[in-house]
């Protein structure tokens, strides 16, 4: 309908007025100015009242979508609005939004992580003398927070789900890292081991994102650490 032409016809500008221009830029390609037709190069930028009645024009139209083309006696942003609205109603009957199941789409998201993670086992961590011992004992007790909570092994972290994460642990040198789904803000630590996680541009080998770092070097400490990590799952278990 409204044509694309930089330089309208006379015809055109008269109907749509002095901004015409402006009218052109912003309703040209909006909804209610497109259409199916057969004949789009006979069109051209004639005027409406031509497209209406040309062989094969809009009056002869037997498509639905534009009979309210054939109905009106000029083509301004009124009309263009007008349909555009009607048209937008009618796609958000005919297609309603999609309603998505979260619960069911993080299921398959654990479900393919498992399947990743299939390869690996705890012998798969590059644990030397001093992160071995501290995992084997801070391990069970982040299994016993919640014995239906996923364990996913790499071949540089493990992390523990239920469906989100609560905690990646990461081995360094003579210690481990562990990385918490927690706000910093959030945070209860009175043993002051904790950190702001985003105050790192990164962090090395992590494969999760979260908001709470804790360095763990003494089995001392392990209670401290399930102490925030608990805190961690609360949250991802709500």
């Known amino acids: 309908m409204l044509p694309q032409n ?13 901004d015409w221009k402006q009218v052109q830029q912003t309703w040209l390609n909006r909804l209610g100015n497109i ?19 040309i062989e094969g024009g809009f009056n002869d139209s037997p498509l639905r979508l534009n009979k309210f083309i054939r109905e009106q006696n000029k083509w301004t942003a009124t009309e263009i609005e007008e349909r555009g609205k009607y048209w937008a109603d009618r796609a958000t009957k005919i297609w309603p939004a999609l309603v998505v199941d979260e619960a069911a789409i993080k299921k398959a998201e654990l479900e393919d992580k498992k399947a990743v993670a299939a390869k690996y086992t705890v ?3 590059d644990l030397d003398e001093i992160a071995r011992p501290l995992f084997d004992e801070l391990r069970p007790q982040i299994v016993a927070i919640d014995l239906n909570a996923v364990e996913l092994f790499s071949s540089k972290s493990v992390s523990y789900r239920v469906y989100d994460f609560f905690v990646e ?3 360094r040198k003579h210690r481990l890292l ?5 706000d910093f803000s959030e945070c209860n630590d009175p043993s ?6 985003t105050d790192n541009a990164w962090i090395s080998n ?30 991802v278990a709500e």
């Open 169 to 171: 642990v990461l081995p």
């Open 6 to 18: 930089e330089n309208l016809r006379a015809e055109w500008q008269a109907i749509l007025g002095p």
């Open 178 to 182: 562990l990385l918490l789904n927690l």
């Open 123 to 125: 012998e798969s961590l």
């Open 192 to 197: 002051g081991l904790a950190s702001d996680a």
């Open 206 to 235: 992590a494969s999760e994102s979260g908001g709470v770092l804790f360095n763990l070097r003494e089995i001392e400490d392990i209670p401290a650490a399930i102490h925030v990590v608990r805190q961690a799952y609360e949250k």
């Open 35 to 53: 259409t199916l037709t057969g004949y789009n190069s006979e069109y051209s930028d004639r005027a409406f009242d031509e497209k209406k009645k």
